[in-house]
């Protein structure tokens, strides 16, 4: 469409496609057109004006007109560099970002892969919750990423409602693992990390301060460490042919072949890594020299045991008390605890297992970095349909090694 204006009249040749348009409708056309052009023109100059009076504002030599075209000159110079700026750095920048956020995503996503292929959640745990025994699990702010996530993800799940974390570490870590529900049942403390008597005294006198401030539900506390597999079905059938609230029970299994000597008295005491647990009635009676938690601590070191053999040594000479052996206990000390898998004493009968080193189940892991074989381990005793499907991967893998 072409249109011609001459001596203030609007004449219209146009063809389109062979169609003929009325002079009347290209005389609005145009009266339109230029009406719209005045308005974008007022536009402009409305922005000038208000751009020219700020920058007038700070400016005490400029004057009337002269200010205004300084001003536009100023405002005009400004712009184009800014958008120069803009034009020449823009794309360095988008392209920064772009690698940042990939990088982001990459480092996000291997995460989410490793959490994965490291722990699988099992749904065939039984959740017991008719039970009173407190559960403890200590671990600390060296070892708590790489051995807490393996038992939050097995024999935790056996009773999530009665299980209690203890740490030195950074508690809301475990927020990843556990729902809002089980939050107040991390328990922060304030111990140091060395191995010195005062404290592993001050780690043991916090699972003393969880058990009193939840007395009033509980009839057993039973403590574990974070490098231990505990069945907890089979916890809870054993400990119940006792009377937690009538006898005075101190139950675990000693790490030594003789009993410990010393101060004109001999004793056993049960290795903390392979689990104790105490009796309600125990409990209130040794109140006074439990609790506050310091007072345990001084004893330790009056005594110059640590904790465990503290414990032991306490009940023994103040109250003659002795350790109850619990022979399906199982500690990392036991060199040959793995060695014969075929015996069901080992593995299907034990209560806890410990494990150290290469001392672990010997068992092809069923998934990647299993840490001490616990995936897997938990995975033969309480199969659900994740687990076929993991050892018919691993059984397919060595059928095609041996056999191509």
């Known amino acids: 469409m072409y249109g011609l204006y001459a001596e203030g009249n609007y004449s219209l040749f146009s063809s389109v496609r062979g169609i003929t348009i009325d002079n009347n409708y290209s005389k609005d056309f145009f009266v339109y057109d230029q009406n719209e052009k005045k308005k974008k023109e007022m536009s402009s100059y409305v922005l000038i004006f208000f751009s020219s009076s700020f920058l007038c504002s700070r400016s005490f030599e400029c004057q009337s007109i002269q200010c205004v075209c300084h001003s536009w000159h100023m405002y005009m110079s400004i712009t184009r560099r800014f958008v120069f700026i803009l034009r020449k750095y823009s794309s360095l920048g988008l392209t920064l970002i772009f690698f940042w956020l990939l990088i982001y995503a990459f480092q996000k996503h291997e995460e989410n892969v490793l959490l994965k292929s490291l722990y699988f959640k099992s749904n065939n745990s039984p959740n017991i919750l008719n039970h009173d025994i407190l559960i403890v699990i200590r671990t600390s702010k060296n070892t708590q990423a790489l051995r807490m996530p393996v038992i939050l993800n097995t024999w935790f799940q056996f009773s999530p409602q009665t299980t209690y974390i203890t740490t030195n570490g950074n508690k809301t870590f475990f927020n990843r693992f556990l729902s809002k529900e089980y939050h107040h049942q991390i328990h922060s403390t304030t111990c140091k990390q060395a191995h010195s008597i005062r404290d592993l005294c001050c780690h043991s006198a916090s699972e003393f301060d969880i058990y009193f401030q939840n007395q009033n539900k509980y009839k057993w506390l039973c403590r574990f460490d974070d490098d231990q597999y505990v069945n907890v079905p089979l916890l809870i059938d054993y400990l119940q042919q006792y009377l937690p609230e009538k006898e005075f029970l101190y139950i675990g299994k000693p790490s030594m072949k003789e009993p410990k000597r010393g101060r004109g008295v001999q004793f056993w005491f049960a290795t903390y890594g392979g689990g104790v647990c105490f009796s309600k009635a125990l409990l209130e009676m040794i109140y006074d020299d439990i609790q506050p938690g310091y007072v345990f601590m001084e004893g330790c070191v009056s005594s110059n045991y640590p904790d465990d053999t503290h414990i032991a040594y306490l009940l023994r000479t103040k109250y003659n008390i002795n350790l109850t052996v619990a022979e399906d206990f199982h500690h990392h000390i ?71």
């Not at 069923?366 to 005793?381: A, E, G």
């Not at 991967?393 to 060595?398: A, D, Y």
Request: charged share 20%; net charge positive; aromatic share 8%.
């Open 334 to 404: 036991e060199g040959n605890l793995f060695t014969n898998l075929t015996n069901a004493s080992t593995i299907d009968q034990a209560i806890t297992l410990g494990f150290k080193a290469n001392n672990v189940p010997r068992f092809l892991p069923i998934v990647n970095n299993d840490v001490h074989r616990m995936q897997t381990l938990h995975c033969l005793l309480y199969p659900d349909k994740n687990c076929m499907r993991l050892l018919r991967i691993l059984l397919n893998k060595l059928y095609e090694e041996k056999y191509g």
